[in-house]
Nanobody
């Protein structure tokens, strides 16, 4: 069992940066593959990025590749999403998700654990 709490969202101008954090409770954080999803108003929740527990391989949606960087600190039970060159279309609620699977999927169902979300708003 793991509980996830996101932080770091806010309002930023286009071209700016934010770093999201996802703090996890539980003693086996290093065994979880972690992902970030986002949901914009009126749209489906979509995959943004993921990182494996086994080798820290990373994965990104095409829309954020080259701008966002996911990382994890197992000693701090925290996963991060560094977001640079933000665009208005990045505006969404960002959610952290965890899975015991040794693989990253873009589908929501395989992730049983979710945070409450943090709002990111990018102004033009």
């Amino acid at each position: 069992q793991v509980q996830l709490v996101e932080s770091g969202g806010g309002l930023v101008q286009a071209g700016g940066s934010l770093r999201l954090s996802c703090a996890a409770s539980g003693r086996t954080f290093s065994s979880y593959s972690m992902a970030w999803f986002r949901q914009a108003p009126g749209k489906e929740r979509e995959f943004v990025s993921g990182i494996l527990w086994s080798n820290s391989n990373t994965y990104y949606a095409d829309s954020v590749k080259g701008r966002f960087t996911i990382s994890r600190d197992n000693a701090k039970n925290t996963v991060y999403l560094q977001m640079n060159s933000l665009k208005p279309e990045d505006t969404a609620v960002y959610y952290c998700a965890a899975s015991l699977r040794n693989g990253i999927t873009t589908f929501q169902a395989p992730y049983p654990y979710w945070g409450q979300g943090t709002q990111v708003t990018v102004s033009s």
